[in-house]
């Protein structure tokens, strides 16, 4: 939902249903969408300095849902960490080029996995062709990509690449569907 773009004073401003909704009550707001609809994950639900708002959500919902920081987490070890040690978000983010190096967003990947997050690797605006991060997911056993729907080119570059994989891994490949998700589904 990019909850940062509302994030205004300190207070999510919900200019439609005329609402000014604080950390908690924001928190509350996820909390009741995640009961009523069969959301799985959520990305970027708080604003990205709210930390305490995003360990709201995640003591709320973060057994029903994938609390994904993106804006929060931006790829970067050092605020991984601090979500770690805040049970600040339970899934990674990475944008490989956001960063700056391979090492970096692997670390980064690795970090969430050794703290039993999920991890989702995205590509960025503006994206190509290139189809590395397919490889990078497989790699690093992410079991999620973010790419968006196959309705162009760069996209459906990156799922060829994935059925190019499991054409290649065989039998030893394997799709995990929903496990990919540590949620109650």
Known sequence: PATSEIYKEGKYVL??????????????????????????????GMDEDDW????????RV??????????LLVTNVERIRKAISLNAANA?????NQIGTLTEAIEAVEMAH????????????GETEDSTIADIVV??????IKTGAPCRSDRAAKYN?????????????????LDAFDVEV
């Open 15 to 44: 200019a439609r249903e005329g609402e000014t909704l604080s950390s908690e009550e924001m928190a509350d707001f996820w909390a009741q969408w995640i009961e009523d609809y069969p959301i799985i994950s959520l990305e970027d």
């Open 114 to 125: 050794r703290a039993g997050w999920t991890s989702i690797v995205s590509h960025r605006s």
């Open 139 to 144: 790699g690093l056993n992410t079991g999620q």
């Open 52 to 59: 305490e708002g995003w360990s709201e959500l995640v003591s």
């Open 92 to 96: 990674l983010l990475c944008k490989v």
């Open 161 to 177: 690449q994935l059925l190019r994989i499991e054409e290649a891994l065989g039998e030893t490949a394997y799709f995990p569907g």
């Open 62 to 71: 973060g057994d029903r849902a994938q609390i994904v920081g993106d804006d």
